[in-house]
């Protein structure tokens, strides 16, 4: 199984200042059909299902602001808000789909400082 | 629009099974795959598994393997996530979501299922 690993777990930021996610995973999710990394990013907040914001590490799903940005590659990636609003505030998990078991990391949890 | 509809909450005592369903609309039931993931009160995220609703094919994690049985009713665009002999530690929220390839994230989630097991 891939393990995924995110750090920190728990991050607070002002509002304004931009949030950094670290994800790490135990081997590489490059698939070689595409040259993609299959990572994703989703935001949970509280009572709701999970919400996609970055697929193949970097590509932006629809509708989401561009304040959100995914970069890495291999088995390093990192989830980027640029400038933090306060609907930010959530939890956010990476995850690898690159082979079953699918696996998420342990989720960081987002707050104003 | 793509929507994704579980049944409701469920209060279970241990040893009995749960059945949860995820009624999909807005498209092409058979050309898209469901995931099952669960959620423990004030935990992360864990993938069970996986069912392709053209061809019923299913595939497990191991934790769950001989626990959990999906299938799919092509008639109703349902799909089914039955887990048995349940214990505590099964008290979750079930979420189904959907995935254009067995490798693809997850793009549309259902609102999720709150299964108690209590005794």
């Known amino acids: 199984d891939i393990v995924v690993t995110q750090s920190p777990d728990s991050l607070a930021v002002s509002l304004g200042e931009r949030a950094t996610i670290n994800c790490k995973s135990s081997?590489?999710?490059?698939?070689?059909?595409?040259?993609?990394?299959?990572l994703a990013w989703y935001q949970q907040k509280p009572g709701q299902p999970p919400k996609l914001l970055i697929y193949?590490?970097?590509t932006r799903e629809s509708g989401v602001p561009d304040r959100f940005s995914g970069s890495g590659s291999g088995t390093d990636f990192t989830l980027t808000i640029s400038s933090l609003l306060a609907e930010d505030v959530a939890v956010y998990y990476c995850?690898?789909?690159?082979?079953?078991?699918?696996?998420f990391g342990q989720g960081t949890r987002l707050e104003i400082k | 629009q793509v929507q994704l509809v579980q049944s409701g909450a469920e209060v279970k005592k241990p040893g009995a099974s749960v059945k949860v369903s995820c009624k999909a609309s807005?498209?092409?039931?058979?050309?898209?795959?469901i995931h099952w993931v669960r959620q423990a009160p004030g935990q992360g995220l864990e993938w069970m598994g996986i069912i392709s609703p053209s061809d019923g094919s299913t595939s497990y994690a191991q934790k769950f393997q001989g626990r959990v049985t999906m299938t799919r009713d092509t008639s109703t665009s349902t799909v089914y996530m039955e887990v048995s002999s349940l214990r505590s530690e099964d008290t979750a929220v079930y979420h189904c979501?959907?995935?254009?390839?067995?490798?693809?994230?997850?793009?549309?989630w259902g609102q999720g299922t709150l299964v108690t097991v209590s005794s």
């Open positions: 081997q590489s999710v490059l698939y070689t059909s595409n040259n993609k990394n299959s």
């Open positions: 807005g498209y092409t039931f058979t050309t898209y795959y």
């Open positions: 979501a959907r995935g254009e390839y067995s490798n693809r994230p997850f793009d549309y």
């Open positions: 995850q690898q789909y690159y082979s079953t078991p699918i696996t």
């Open positions: 193949w590490a970097s």
